[in-house]
């Protein structure tokens, strides 16, 4: 069973507009959400992450949204930049004491110069 | 945020044979874990390792297959005994820091022939 699903799997924006990564999950459980960017041959990279308490947290070019309702976060990126390119995953935890984080499959963005 | 080194990088092994990788932490943590991505897929939890601790294994893995040990508070192994061609994946440990982030190393990309 996929708790956390990022139904898309790739994603082509144009440099300088808005990248949006969607994010879906299941576990009414979940109260923290992060999102992670990973380059080829390197390891997933932090980026944001929200708390279940907030709608919205932003840092610089990015912000996520949480619509605990319709169990949906998403990922904005403003303005894309080339070097943007990269796999980006959204994980999720129901904030127990192991600090397990589900992953989701991932979405491929590409930002075309 | 934290320095994470994984040894090796990448190896190309033999059906039966077994690998050990390390993972290095340029200070102390408590919390570490060894994760899985398989070819095309997310990011599985393995087990996480506690100093001092046995490891704790998530379903479907098992000591006997991924033996961990945590002798210190900066270090981790994880073996892959007994390869199978299945094993090939990008093996990852990570640490906890913050709330619930976590921060991950550069991966060992495991071919297993």
């Known amino acids: 069973d996929q708790q956390v699903k990022q139904n898309s799997p790739s994603l082509s924006v144009q440099e300088g507009r808005i990248s949006i990564l969607n994010c879906d999950y299941t576990?009414?459980?979940?109260?923290?959400f992060l999102w992670y960017k990973k380059y080829p041959a390197e390891g997933p990279t932090f980026l944001i992450s929200?708390?279940?308490?907030?709608d919205k947290n932003e840092d610089g070019r990015f912000t996520v949204f949480l619509n605990k309702s319709a169990k949906h976060l998403s990922l904005h990126i403003v303005p894309s930049q080339p070097g943007d390119s990269a796999v980006y995953f959204c994980?999720?935890?129901?904030?127990?004491?192991?600090?397990?984080?589900?992953f989701g499959t991932g979405t491929l963005l590409a930002v075309q110069p | 945020s934290a320095v994470i080194s994984q040894k090796p990088s990448r190896d190309i092994c033999q059906r039966g044979t077994s690998l050990t990788i390390q993972c290095q932490v340029d200070?102390?943590?408590?919390?570490m874990f060894w994760y899985r991505q398989q070819p095309g897929q997310s990011l599985t939890l393995i087990a996480t390792?506690?100093?001092?601790?046995?490891?704790?294994?998530e379903s479907g893995f098992v000591i006997d297959k991924f033996p961990i040990s945590r002798p210190n508070l900066t270090f981790s192994t994880l073996t892959v005994s007994n390869m199978s061609p299945e094993d090939s994946s990008i093996y990852l440990c990570?640490?906890?820091?913050?709330?619930?982030?976590?921060?991950f190393g550069p991966g060992t990309r495991l071919t297993v022939t």
């Open positions: 990570s640490v906890a820091r913050g709330t619930y982030e976590q921060y």
């Open positions: 576990n009414s459980m979940f109260d923290y």
């Open positions: 929200i708390s279940s308490i907030k």
């Open positions: 994980a999720a935890t129901d904030g127990g004491a192991t600090n397990k984080l589900i």
């Open positions: 200070s102390q943590v408590t919390m």
């Open positions: 390792a506690n100093q001092g601790s046995e490891a704790t294994y």
